[in-house]
């Protein structure tokens, strides 16, 4: 012990380095954890979160009982997984596609098409809602104007809760299929080009190559990443939801609903401090949950690959 | 960093696929094929990726009473400047809150990569006992937080910071994410670097502050973009904590402002004499987002390789 003290007073310099860090960490991350106790209590102002009264596992009943729990569970999930699987299906898809321009025109192309796809990442949710109001209002938007001007029927969108869940995925394949692909294309590069070399030589065709080789050498990574995303699930993305279907439009709730955005009303809008930690609290520790599970699985694939 | 090495290799597998492609000329019918198909699917993606950028630009220079008549469209069909004409006639909103997110950006983004950098410094030191223990520390806070309204709580009443630009700028700090990003970059510096220094009487801080900063600059550059990019497209923690009492806002919530509360716009209207049915509605909003955004095109460009970098370094093992 004493000997290990002494080794770590050599190192000082490097621990106080890490000061600023362990601080910024401890105040905005773990000072907040005592507060999911706001989830057993019945929260008012006056006694603060260790001065109310406490009512055991009453605001999760409540939230169970009134089918709440269950919608935003599903919704979240839901979302999330078209998320994954659309998302990465398209995004390996445009990676292997780049990945078979070759020659000096299709290589410029390329270079141009992946800074193009890859913009969207960089634009804040809020000019995303933009967007989409510009695309999807019923007075002045596109869609809508050039349906009037075929004289059909105008699609009010912001109040028909069915089209949102297609509308969401969409702009979300629009805002990550550049990102991703990068990802995919960067694994790409590192399989081993004799691999390729041979079978070319061998007189494989492209599509032979991308069957028999490409496609398994990227499932590792493929799998891994799948993982991962699994293992985030619980967590929405809340800009995205929060201005693609305008703050309060309780219209859409039922199908456009996730745990963030449901949180986030119960802090701004319905002063239900409670029922929105209780719902936080749930959806922490079934990700913290499904996160170790995952690990393990990878633990057991691929150890490499494993977090902790 | 196996990773990066991965694509500086590739540069060479391309260039050998380039002259089997020119030499050969081994470009079978198949690929040929892919090749239509991929720039077909690519290129309508990308319409779909610009579209929407046409739109707002191309709105934002459009007649209300156009807009109001026949809606958006491509090609304006009445061109007007009276919503840019509107925003910079009274410019004090839209230049206080460029002020104020330039002031949080530059802020946020070089204190925050000098402590990342410090503290990615260190963890990746393999001399330093507690480097585990600090990354675990670190690392934890992805697994399991307190939510939301236990964040907003402490931040609120117990660091009191209700209204303050501090509320804003001091969460978007650093993040495990960038840390681990940081530590990841910085491991391909060789610590003999740092031994011969240790020999020659240099300090650990010493060290980190005059030979690995300026040897680590492609690994500053890519995290403090992403710090960067962080704060411009602020405007969570803007709207959770700063009420309308704070009268300069971040550009996004003013953005978020303009788009979703007509009273923002009638406002700026009333401070330049102009009359209620004159305004503007539409297209200010589109305007302002274009105000909003412009400056993240035109730096685009430029940046856009150290995001790569960064994706391809902390994306396999973050």
């Given at each position: ?28 991350s ?20 260790f ?8 605001n999760?009943?409540f939230?169970?009982?009134?089918g ?5 569970t ?14 990465n ?21 390329k ?5 193009v796809?890859?913009?969207p ?8 809602g933009?967007?989409a ?8 938007g ?9 004289e ?10 069915q ?55 990227l499932?590792p ?7 991962f ?19 309060s ?6 199908k456009t609903?996730i745990?963030?955005t ?27 949950a ?14 490499d690959?494993?977090?902790? | 960093?196996?990773?990066?090495l ?21 470009v ?8 239509i ?22 709105s934002?220079?459009?007649?209300e009473?156009s ?6 469209s491509?090609?304006?069909?009445e061109?007007?400047l ?8 009274n ?8 002020l104020?997110?330039?002031?949080l ?8 990569l ?6 990615g ?24 937080s307190?939510?939301l ?15 303050s630009?501090?509320?804003v ?23 003999s ?9 240099a ?10 900063l ?5 690994a500053?550059a890519?995290?403090g ?7 411009w497209?602020e ?9 309308s ?11 978020y402002?303009?788009v979703?509360?007509?009273?923002y ?22 305007a302002?987002a ?6 993240i095109?035109?730096?685009?460009p430029?940046v ?15």
């Amino acid at each position: 012990m004493k000997a290990r003290l002494k080794k770590l007073m050599k190192k000082k310099t490097l621990l106080f380095m890490c000061l600023p860090a362990i601080a910024f960490f401890f105040v905005f991350s773990y000072l907040p954890m005592p507060g999911v106790w706001l989830a057993f209590v019945q929260f008012n102002y006056k006694d603060g979160i260790f001065g109310s009264k406490f009512v055991g596992l009453d605001n999760f009943r409540f939230l169970v009982m009134s089918g709440q729990l269950w919608m935003l569970t599903k919704n979240t999930i839901l979302y999330n997984l078209a998320f994954i699987l659309a998302g990465n299906i398209l995004q390996v898809t445009v990676a292997i596609l780049f990945n078979e321009m070759v020659g000096k025109f299709l290589r410029a192309y390329k270079k141009f098409a992946q800074s193009v796809m890859f913009l969207p990442y960089f634009i804040s949710t809020v000019v995303i809602g933009v967007f989409a109001y510009n695309f999807l209002n019923v007075q002045t938007g596109v869609i809508n104007s050039m349906l009037r001007q075929m004289e059909r029927d105008t699609i009010n969108f912001y109040s028909i809760p069915q089209l949102w869940p297609f509308i969401i995925v969409l702009v979300y394949l629009w805002q990550y299929t550049g990102y991703g692909s990068i990802v995919y294309f960067a694994a790409i590069m590192g399989i081993d080009s004799e691999m390729m070399e041979a079978s070319e030589i061998d007189g494989a065709n492209a599509f032979q190559r991308i069957r028999y080789i490409l496609l398994p050498c990227l499932k590792p990574t493929f799998i891994i990443l799948l993982l991962f995303a699994l293992g985030g699930i619980m967590k929405g993305n809340f800009g995205l939801f929060y201005n693609l279907t305008g703050a309060s439009n309780t219209a859409l709730y039922n199908k456009t609903d996730i745990i963030e955005t449901f949180v986030f009303r119960c802090l701004n809008v319905s002063f239900n401090f409670s029922s929105g930690s209780a719902v936080g609290l749930y959806q922490s520790l079934f990700g913290f949950a499904l996160v170790m599970t995952v690990n393990t699985i990878v633990k057991k694939i691929e150890p490499d690959y494993s977090l902790f | 960093m196996p990773e990066t090495l991965d694509l500086q290799s590739s540069m060479s597998t391309d260039e050998k696929l380039r002259k089997l492609d020119s030499g050969n000329k081994v470009v079978d019918k198949t690929q040929r094929a892919i090749q239509i198909f991929g720039v077909f699917l690519t290129g309508f993606i990308c319409l779909l990726c610009i579209l929407p950028f046409v739109l707002i630009i191309s709105s934002s220079f459009t007649a209300e009473k156009s807009i109001t008549l026949h809606g958006f469209s491509l090609i304006p069909r009445e061109f007007s400047l009276s919503a840019y004409d509107l925003i910079f006639k009274n410019p004090k909103m839209v230049l206080g809150s460029y002020l104020v997110t330039i002031g949080l950006t530059v802020t946020g983004t070089t204190v925050g990569l000098f402590i990342i950098a410090m503290t990615g410094y260190a963890l990746q030191r393999p001399d330093f006992p507690l480097r585990n223990h600090i990354s675990f520390y670190i690392y934890f806070t992805t697994l399991f937080s307190g939510g939301l309204i236990p964040f907003y709580m402490v931040v609120t009443r117990t660091l009191k910071l209700k209204d303050s630009y501090f509320a804003v700028l001091l969460p978007l700090m650093m993040s495990p994410w960038l840390i681990i990003l940081m530590k990841n970059f910085l491991k391909s510096i060789p610590h003999s670097i740092t031994e011969s220094a240790t020999i020659d009487g240099a300090g650990d801080f010493y060290i980190f502050l005059r030979i690995i900063l300026p040897t680590a600059t492609p690994a500053l550059a890519t995290v403090g973009l992403f710090l960067a990019l962080n704060y411009w497209n602020e405007w969570y923690n803007s709207m959770l904590f700063l009420s309308s009492k704070v009268t300069y806002r971040p550009l996004q919530l003013f953005l978020y402002n303009t788009v979703n509360e007509a009273k923002y716009i009638r406002d700026s209207a009333a401070a330049s004499n102009i009359p209620a049915v004159d305004i503007p509605l539409e297209s200010m909003k589109m305007a302002t987002a274009v105000v909003a955004t412009g400056p993240i095109i035109f730096v685009y460009p430029f940046v856009q390789k150290y995001f790569i970098q960064g994706i391809t370094v902390g994306a396999v093992k973050g």
